[in-house]
């Protein structure tokens, strides 16, 4: 039985985020997608996850959000295994990560402002007392100005900025970013990059699966390459 991931954060920080062991997983479509992967983030470490278009970075996050349970192996998630975690133990866990998902999924109901503070709402914060911080996330990714816009209305690069906004807004332990830069330009990119090193430098674990070689190069990140379902470190 696992440890409550409460009790958990009590008890002194692991110094790895993230262990994978052995681990398989595939769909019954497409059985293999991974294969005996072996990975170890320590806390505080940034890395870059490249590989070819279906290669499985997003089923690789998909693990590590605990959105699907490998098929073999174990995987641990702030030194407690949490390979068999339930539907209901989920939140707790993941309320130590901040995901960034392919798809955004952003609130629609609620106004970019609302969204960016899902994270700090949730936790019963009072809006006077995290407002001036979600402003001024919204000012860094460049949404200041749309913050009672509804995500609709947004454009697809404003909604990435939004979804990561959101992400990162509680300071979590654990950054899981799935194409994060694919919808804006190359200036945004380096601007959102160095929002993610920001936060590594104040002790997040920040994992980003990315097509972008160039991205990946520039931000000096330690580089991990999914290939044929296995997972190899490549020279940054
Ligand atoms: N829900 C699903 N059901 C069945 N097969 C899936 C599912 N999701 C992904 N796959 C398959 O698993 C493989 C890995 O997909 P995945 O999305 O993890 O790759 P990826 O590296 O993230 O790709 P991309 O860079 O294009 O987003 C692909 O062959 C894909 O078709």
Avoid: C
């Amino acid at each position: 039985m696992p440890q409550s991931p409460r009790r958990a954060a009590e008890s002194a920080p692991s110094p790895e985020t993230v262990r994978l062991s052995a681990v398989g997983f595939g769909y019954a479509e497409s059985p293999g997608v991974l294969r005996d992967v072996n990975l170890i983030l320590p806390r505080g470490s940034f890395h870059f996850l490249t590989g070819a278009s279906g290669a499985g970075k997003s089923s690789l996050l998909r693990l590590l959000t605990l959105s699907s349970r490998p098929d073999e192996g174990r995987i641990s998630l702030f030194g407690q295994d949490v390979t068999q975690v339930t539907a209901r133990e989920r939140p707790e866990w993941r309320r130590r990560m901040g995901v960034v998902f392919q798809d955004f999924r952003l609130l629609d109901h609620l106004s970019v402002f609302d969204n960016a503070a899902l994270s700090l709402r949730v936790r019963g914060g009072k809006r006077a007392d995290y407002a001036a911080d979600v402003e001024e996330m919204l000012a860094w990714v460049g949404l200041a100005h749309r913050a009672d816009a509804l995500p609709t209305t947004l454009s697809g690069g404003e909604k990435q900025r939004l979804a990561i906004a959101r992400a990162v807004m509680s300071k979590p332990e654990l950054i899981l970013a799935d194409e994060p830069t694919g919808s804006v330009d190359p200036a945004m990119a380096d601007r959102l990059l160095k929002l993610f090193q920001a936060l590594n430098k104040l002790g997040a674990t920040v994992l980003i699966a990315s097509h972008d070689e160039d991205l990946a190069k520039r931000s000096g990140a330690r580089r991990l390459v999914l290939k044929d379902g296995r997972i190899s470190g490549a020279a940054s």
